[in-house]
C-alpha cells in the first residue's frame, strides 16, 4: 500500500516567513511522529500524536514551532518566523501502534535565507 | 554525553567482506533497538529491530544486543556496493514512550 508521504519536498522561505509542512501518514496508522535531521546528522524527535492526541512536543525547540493532527490522520508542522537555523530535513513518521516500528516519510528540505 | 553514539566513519570496506557496525546507548531501560539505513538524500528505511539481548539474523544481516554493555551492532556480511550508506542506529529510550533516539549515524562505502 501506500506509505507515508509528504509535502512539499523543497521549500525555500525567507527569513521571517511562515512556513506550513504536511505529511499523510499510512492509512490506518494511530501514531505520527515528527523528527528534524540536520545535515550530516541523526533525525531529531520532534513531537508524537496518537490518533488526534498531542502525547509529547517536548523536542519542539521553540514555541515558534506547532504542530496539529486534528482528524487523526493528516499532521501539518507549522514554523512561525522561520530562522536560518530552521533548515533541514522535516521526516514525518508513522506506526500502527505502541511500540511498532516507524515507517519514514521522504521528508520535506528546508532552506531559510 | 549523547544519548545513543556511533562512529561516524566513513567505513570503507571491500565488496564481499564484513561490514561491521557499532552503537552504545546510555539509557539502561532502553527496550528496542532498531538499524536504519539512508542513501543520501533519501528517507531512512527500516533494515533490523531487535528486542532481546544475542543475534537476530535476516538474510545478509545481523544484529547484535548487549544490553549489559549497552551496545548493540550490525554485521552485513558479503558487502555490495549498493550497501553504500548512512546507517543509524535508534533506541526507544523509555518504557512506553514512543519517541527513537537516534545515533548521528555511520558512513558506509562498500568498495568494488
Known amino acids: 500500500g501506500a506509505g507515508v508521504s509528504q509535502s512539499p519536498r523543497y521549500k525555500v522561505a525567507k527569513r521571517g516567513q511562515d512556513v506550513a509542512l504536511r505529511c499523510d501518514p499510512i492509512?490506518?496508522?494511530?501514531?505520527l511522529f515528527w523528527y528534524q535531521q540536520a545535515l550530516g546528522q541523526g533525525p531529531e524527535f520532534l513531537t508524537y500524536?496518537?490518533?488526534?492526541?498531542?502525547?509529547?512536543k517536548s523536542g519542539l525547540p521553540s514555541d515558534r514551532f506547532f504542530a496539529e493532527r486534528p482528524e487523526g490522520s493528516v499532521s501539518t508542522l507549522k514554523i512561525q518566523r522561520t530562522q536560518q537555523e530552521d533548515s533541514a530535513v522535516y521526516l514525518c513518521?508513522?506506526?500502527?501502534?505502541?511500540?511498532?516500528?516507524?515507517?519514514f516519510g521522504p521528508g520535506t528540505r528546508l532552506l531559510v535565507l | 554525553q549523547k544519548e545513543v553514539e556511533q562512529n561516524s566513519g566513513p567505513l570503507s570496506v571491500p565488496e564481499g567482506a564484513i561490514a561491521s557496525l557499532n552503537c552504545t546507548y546510555s539509557?539502561?531501560?532502553?527496550?528496542?533497538f532498531f538499524w536504519y539505513r539512508q542513501y543520501s538524500g533519501k528517507s531512512p528505511e527500516l533494515i533490523m529491530s531487535?528486542?532481546?539481548?544475542g543475534d537476530k539474523e535476516d538474510g545478509r544481516f545481523t544484529a547484535q544486543l548487549n544490553k549489559a554493555s549497552q551496545y548493540v551492532s550490525l554485521l552485513i556480511r558479503d558487502s555490495q556496493p549498493s550497501d553504500s550508506a548512512t546507517y543509524l542506529c535508534?533506541?526507544?529510550?523509555?518504557?512506553?514512550?514512543?519517541?527513537?533516539?537516534f545515533g548521528q549515524g555511520t558512513r558506509l562505502t562498500i568498495n568494488p
Open positions: 500524536f496518537q490518533n488526534e492526541a498531542q502525547l509529547d
Open positions: 513518521a508513522s506506526s500502527s501502534g505502541v511500540q511498532e516500528t516507524q515507517y
Open positions: 535508534a533506541v526507544n529510550s523509555e518504557w512506553g514512550a514512543q519517541k527513537l533516539v
Open positions: 492509512s490506518g496508522h494511530v501514531s
Open positions: 539509557d539502561r531501560v532502553s527496550q528496542s
Open positions: 531487535i528486542y532481546s539481548n
